[in-house]
């Protein structure tokens, strides 16, 4: 088998170490976008399920709206006794309809309170729909990584290939001593063990994103993309403007909206309602007849609905509380993030304008002194293993810094459209 130069691969090798190729997950189809894998998710079957929840409470608030129903009542009277009231020859029957009339405005109430309730619900939607949206923007992302990995990890695994068959050329020419190429063979093992690790990794991430929209991953998937780091950050205010429209503070809202509801809903049950009645009595023999009417009103002597009052007006202070606490805890959240994006941001420029460089450099003077014989192969194999090491410490902190990205955006804008700019297709 022709083999290429020893000198000619390690150019090669350094040359796509310098600027990793796009990573492909397949041969065919279109890749998918960061935009199309956000709309699959938005079909989510938790996201579905939670849509029957907003059925049921448009249902809830269409019952609280109607009215209590009159009631209809028969009563007998005298009849199967003794005497003249023996079967049914003195018997007397009275039909009578009653219907209950609300005071306190509680049907009013009553549906306000419906409605809040339909309005937490819409807001659990939007926090659910938030985070599956934020899963699969974490999921894509740590894919195209895990691809971009795997990608580098076959370099050095076909660069430790060429290198066993160029060394073990040189050792049956008498040029190299058999213990280069026992060296050349472990190095080449390294490599594979790191493809090992790579493929598992790429595997599972592909994986998790075809789980973040619920579905089993395709084989014909297809996702093409480097994430890329910019050399500036943008502006943290330019996010932190957007934080107050957060779902979980929406929900909070709603449920605050919703407790305030139940107070007025238990004040307006201090009030009670009324009763009115009218039928008709039957009496003696059918032979007469006569009309009645009647009205009932609860005398509240000690129960005026004091202590449910007492009780919904506590937990909406407590719920309004928890409002400014939900609020600081977001911005808790949005400050480690920032700080955690600004570390690996820091790192990756630090790494690409100092380190890499000088790994490079490092890497061709080796490698040129071992070509006139003036070094030994470990010490070519240390510089590769450097400069290989280097390229995945940096891809490492660019992962990271599209991670933390993602979750700069999962506080901020939900269409993730910062973190597209990240991704550059081929």
């Known amino acids: 088998m022709k083999t290429i130069p020893f000198f000619r691969a390690f150019t090669l090798s350094f040359c796509a170490l310098a600027t990793p190729p796009a990573m492909s997950l397949a041969n065919t189809g279109t890749p998918l976008t960061l935009a199309e894998a ?9 996201l579905v399920a939670h849509q029957s929840n907003g059925r049921a409470a448009d249902a809830l608030v269409a019952q609280a709206g109607l009215k209590p129903v009159p009631v209809l009542g028969l009563s007998l009277e005298n009849f199967a006794g003794t005497g003249a009231n023996h079967g049914f020859v003195g018997f007397e029957g009275t039909v009578e309809l009653s219907q209950t009339i609300e005071r306190g405005d509680k049907r009013t109430h009553r549906t306000a309170l419906a409605n809040r309730a339909r309005d937490i619900v ?24 895990a691809g971009t990995r795997l990608a580098l990890a076959e370099i050095p ?13 040189r050792v049956q ?27 598992t990794a790429f595997i599972s991430t592909r994986h998790a994103l075809a789980a973040a929209w ?50 007025r809903l238990e004040q307006s049950h201090a009030v009670r309602d009324i009763t009115v009645a009218g039928g008709v009595r039957f009496l003696r023999d059918g032979s007469d007849a ?69 790994a490079a450099e490092a890497h061709t003077i080796v490698r040129q002194a071992y ?9 070519v194999l240390d510089a590769q293993r450097e400069l290989a090491a280097l390229r995945r410490e940096i891809m490492a902190h660019e ?17 993730f459209t910062a973190t597209s700019l990240l991704i550059s297709f081929p």
Do not use: M
Not at 157 to 169: P, Q
Not at 214 to 231: C, H, K, N, Q, S
Not at 371 to 379: A, E, I, K, S, W
């Open 38 to 46: 956000l709309a699959r998710a938005s079909e989510h079957p938790r």
């Open 122 to 145: 819409a807001a659990e939607f939007a926090v659910l729909e938030r985070q599956t949206r934020t899963a699969t923007a974490a999921a894509y992302v740590a894919t195209l990584s």
């Open 157 to 169: 695994l076909t660069l430790a290939r060429e290198t066993l068959a160029t060394v073990d050329d």
């Open 173 to 199: 020419a008498g040029a190299a001593s058999p213990a280069e190429s026992a060296r050349a063979r472990v190095a080449l093992a390294t490599a594979q063990a790191e493809f090992a690790r790579a493929t």
């Open 214 to 263: 619920g579905r089993a991953p395709e084989a014909t998937l297809e996702i093409a993309g480097t994430l890329t780091v910019p050399d500036e950050l943008p502006a943290p205010g330019n996010f932190l403007a957007r934080l107050p429209e957060h779902p979980q503070l929406a929900l909070q809202q709603a449920i605050v909206a919703s407790r305030r509801a139940t107070l």
């Open 290 to 358: 006569g009309l009645l009417a009647g009205i009932s009103v609860p005398l509240p002597a000690r129960n005026r609905n004091q202590d449910r009052i007492c009780a919904a007006r506590e937990t909406l202070a407590g719920t309004e509380l928890t409002t400014a606490i939900v609020e600081q805890e977001l911005r808790a959240e949005f400050t480690a993030v920032w700080q955690e994006l600004t570390t690996a941001h820091h790192a990756v420029i630090a790494l690409r304008r100092d380190a890499l460089p000088a």
């Open 371 to 379: 070509v006139q014989g003036r070094l030994p192969l470990l010490d």
């Open 399 to 415: 992962a990271a810094f599209a991670a933390a990205f993602v979750r700069v955006e999962a506080l901020t804008d939900p269409t």
